[in-house]
């Protein structure tokens, strides 16, 4: 494995290899605005965007801390889902009543951010390929039955493929049954999609300031004003978007953890090592177990290799070193040549982490504070590259842009948009719980996915979750 990883860069691939974009200016001095958004990523990027194609008179500010798309929506796998819950299972056990709903509202989501990327010409990779799971062990096959059930009970048509049938899709020797959805998901380059989403705001008048920290909020007559370092904005309206960084808002912190994710990517593959493994309809490809990887093509026929290890660390701890953890990777690259033996000898070229916004649910929650005049979403868990547009537009509903004053939209009225996570407990016993957790995960994949009383109990509780 330290052959495979010799070469390694320990930065993003996508934040390595796409043009970013020159910085713009820190905030500076005394400014005012209609509506100011914290956070530079998808979330934030998207609120500004939605916010002008509904109102275009509107005054926008984006404040972001560092530069824009350098956190979480320049390091993901760039799986665009069309799930709102963090798929079906999570969804319909928590919301069963309105899950028709939520994938109607996911699939139209879905669809609209391919045609914003046509309307501005945003060239972010996009490929429509959908999404195959795939059962590894033996126990994981009849998940897979289960959830193709639940899958066509709302509508969708997944493909159920058996050994031969999926080995034939994608040759690996470790799978044993594939579901192939074709249609809820679509592979993207995910810093191209902030770089590009940036560049559709400043055409329609948003101003950006990236490396302006905001660290200060509050209420200033009938708006608030946020301060940083250099300079304040006082804004009639605000939009949180600041994912796993500690939010301005004191009571979404019990909710939220950040979560350390890691990634592999190899170097361009031979025509004859794509010959090897097949992969001719370029689907993005996960596996069932708790600790799970994911996995994907990229446009020079790379292949990005995540996921499995999801690191919480004590208090919160966030830190630039924690992006970089060896054992991770060499771990990472073994279960990679695991599941493609024929490809010995590949090298990768970037090994990276970052951090992910998780709750309780595993899907966004959203909120206000200050009279209406501030909203939030936050807590994505993985899937925020296609749930942030969702997520924007529930913030601009919860802030009445566009809208008449106590006017309800069919995003405000879900239970799911009106409802909070469990949050977690205080550390210590915040760090005790997650790690507990991990381990009886791992447990349960090495017990044939039998879960102990632990996990049993989190279940019955609603906090049943992988990895």
Not at 294 to 317: E, Q
Request: net charge neutral; with cysteine; proline share 6%.
């Amino acid at each position: 494995m330290s052959k495979a990883l010799a070469d390694a860069e320990p930065v993003p691939f996508w934040l390595a290899g796409a043009a970013r974009p020159e910085p713009e200016p820190p905030l500076a001095g005394e400014r005012s605005c209609d509506l100011a958004v914290v956070g530079g990523g998808y979330g934030g990027l998207w609120t500004a965007l939605l916010a002008k194609e509904r109102d275009p008179s509107l005054d926008v500010v984006v404040l972001e801390a560092g530069r824009v798309g350098s956190a979480a929506s320049g390091r993901n796998g760039g799986f665009c889902s069309a799930s709102l819950t963090h798929g079906l299972e999570n969804g319909a056990g928590r919301w069963p009543d309105e899950m028709h709903e939520l994938e109607r509202l996911g699939w139209d989501n879905l669809r609209a951010i391919g045609t914003t990327l046509t309307r501005y010409g945003i060239d972010a990779e996009w490929e429509p390929t959908g999404e195959m799971t795939v059962a590894t062990r033996e126990w994981q096959v009849p998940a897979l039955e289960r959830e193709a059930e639940k899958a066509y009970e709302l509508g969708w048509e997944p493909i159920l493929l058996g050994p031969d049938a999926v080995r034939a899709q994608v040759a690996s020797p470790t799978y044993l049954a594939g579901l192939w959805d074709r249609d809820s998901v679509a592979m993207v380059h995910p810093a191209k999609l902030a770089f590009g989403l940036a560049a559709a705001c400043r055409a329609l008048g948003v101003r950006i300031h990236e490396n302006t920290r905001v660290t200060g909020l509050r209420a200033d007559a009938r708006r608030l004003r946020l301060s940083g370092a250099h300079g304040s904005v006082t804004a009639r309206r605000v939009a949180l978007a600041t994912g796993a960084f500690p939010p301005l808002l004191r009571r979404m912190r019990n909710f939220l953890v950040p979560v350390y994710d890691y990634a592999l990517v190899t170097e361009p593959l031979s025509p004859a090592q794509r010959e090897a493994i097949g992969w001719k309809h370029r689907q993005g490809l996960g596996d069932a177990g708790n600790q799970f990887h994911y996995y994907r093509l990229t446009a020079d026929d790379r292949i990005l290799w995540g996921g499995y290890d999801a690191v919480y660390h004590y208090g919160n701890g966030m830190r630039r070193d924690l992006e970089n953890r060896p054992a991770t990777f060499a771990a990472l690259a073994r279960h990679f040549f695991d599941t493609f033996p024929q490809l010995e000898g590949v090298r990768f070229t970037h090994a990276w982490g970052g951090v992910i916004d998780t709750c309780s649910r595993f899907c966004a929650f959203y909120g206000t504070a200050y009279d209406h005049r501030l909203a939030y979403a936050a807590g994505y868990t993985g899937l925020g590259v296609g749930a942030t547009r969702f997520g924007a537009d529930v913030v601009l509903d919860l802030l009445r842009v566009g809208l008449a004053p106590g006017e309800e939209t069919e995003r405000t009225r879900l239970a799911m948009v009106r409802s909070k996570p469990v949050p977690f407990p205080p550390e210590p016993l915040r760090y005790g719980v997650i790690e507990l957790t991990r381990r009886e995960l791992a447990r349960a994949d090495r017990n044939d996915g039998r879960r102990g009383l632990w996990l049993r109990s989190l279940d019955r509780l609603g906090l049943g979750f992988d990895s």
